[in-house]
């Protein structure tokens, strides 16, 4: 890994940011959640979103070829008319794209990438292959599409962290008080709001307070990376684990638990953060929880439970290699995350595409 963080420059309303799909092709299987989408990420951020050219593909389970979708990347960064990189949605196949990006040439145009869940590996792979500042945060498709527009806290959050500009350490992440779970079709697109609902409380799982770089995963999505060169090294973080929706089962985090664990990627760690289940009980929670404090039981860093990460909406924004404080139930981003604001940008640059 670089020694030297390498911070993107904030983002800021009239910005052009590309909208990528490295894993999955839900742009192109929901069109008409993607257009909504974009329009809502150009109207509660003043950003302006450009698809790339292979972004609305859909191949199997793919969006596109490892290939394209590299290019797809790799165009986004040295293009000099875009400011950032918003992922459409995460999936199971951006590792493919790693072995073809060239992380000299993104470390030399560092750009904001933001996604979440299979996006995991990009972002790992940025930070420890070019130092890059990343950040695991809402995605186009599943927060910027949803009815009748995305959650205040999740834009709210983004807003505060990669559009601030200040320089300023962004500060303790705020408390949600409310929990969205609610499944509507995507095909359907059903025009509603979804239901919520109080949020559960933040659980302290182990007492304590750890400081160190912030990163954050997919649990499932982060084994992928075991044993490659774009394995982050996890000693002295603080360290999110985002758990996916769909069925994740404690048995499926207690496996991959014990291939972190076995792996060595627990020991020495400064704290670690839970991301709330979605669709869960108290009884499922209780059973994950006791399972995550299985798998630490022989460390004594602090550990978090029930937090505004990952697949739960609404979701924080949490930027990796970032300094950052666990205190009990407080996650403080205690460095800033980009650039002081610039001079404005004149809208030049070619376009990713005109579609």
């Known amino acids: ?13 009239g910005d052009r940011v590309a909208v990528a799909s490295p894993s999955w092709g839900g742009a192109g299987l929901f069109p008409g959640r993607f257009d909504r989408a974009l329009a809502a990420l150009h109207a509660t951020t003043g950003l302006v979103p450009v698809p790339t050219q292979h972004a609305r593909d859909s191949l199997d389970w793919r969006s596109a070829t490892a290939e394209d979708r590299a290019a797809d990347l790799m165009t986004a960064f040295t293009d000099p008319g875009i400011r950032g990189v918003v992922c459409a949605i995460g999936g199971d196949h951006a590792a493919q794209v790693l072995p073809l990006l060239d992380f000299d040439t993104i470390r030399a145009h560092p750009k904001p990438l933001i996604g979440y869940s299979d996006i995991t590996v990009l972002n790992h792979a940025l930070y420890a292959a070019a130092g890059l500042t990343s950040f ?3 995605a186009l498709l599943p927060q910027f599409g949803d009815h009748p527009g995305p959650d205040p806290y999740t834009v709210d959050h983004f807003r505060r962290v ?7 350490p962004s500060g303790p992440v705020p408390r949600a008080g409310h929990v969205v779970e609610e499944y509507l079709d995507w ?15 933040r659980t302290v799982l182990r007492p304590g307070t750890g400081a160190g770089p912030l990163l954050a995963a997919c649990l499932p999505s982060a084994i992928q990376l075991l044993g490659t060169p ?3 090294d996890y000693r002295g973080h603080v360290l999110v684990l985002d758990l996916p929706d769909g069925g994740y089962r404690p048995a499926d985090a207690d496996r991959d638990l014990t291939q972190l664990r076995n792996a060595g990627l627990l020991d020495g760690l400064a704290g670690l953060v839970l991301g709330r289940l979605r669709l869960s009980s108290d009884a499922a929670d209780r059973q994950m929880h006791e399972v995550v404090l299985r798998a630490v039981q022989s460390h ?3 550990v978090l439970g029930n937090f505004e990460t990952g697949h739960t909406d609404p979701m924080a924004t949490l930027p990796l290699g970032v300094p950052c404080v666990l205190s009990d139930a407080e996650l403080t981003l205690s ?3 980009t650039l002081p604001g610039r001079p404005a940008f004149p809208p030049q640059g070619k376009l990713l595409t005109d579609d």
Request: proline letters at 21%; glycine letters at 8%; a negative charge.
């Open 300 to 302: 004594d860093f602090p």
């Open 335 to 337: 460095g800033p995350a």
């Open 1 to 13: 890994m670089n020694a030297a963080l390498v911070l993107p420059e904030a983002l800021r309303p």
């Open 187 to 201: 095909a359907a697109d059903e025009p509603r709001q979804r239901e919520s609902r109080p949020a559960p409380p």
């Open 230 to 232: 774009w394995q982050p």
């Open 136 to 138: 695991y945060g809402p």
């Open 162 to 168: 990669v559009m601030a500009g200040t320089g300023q």
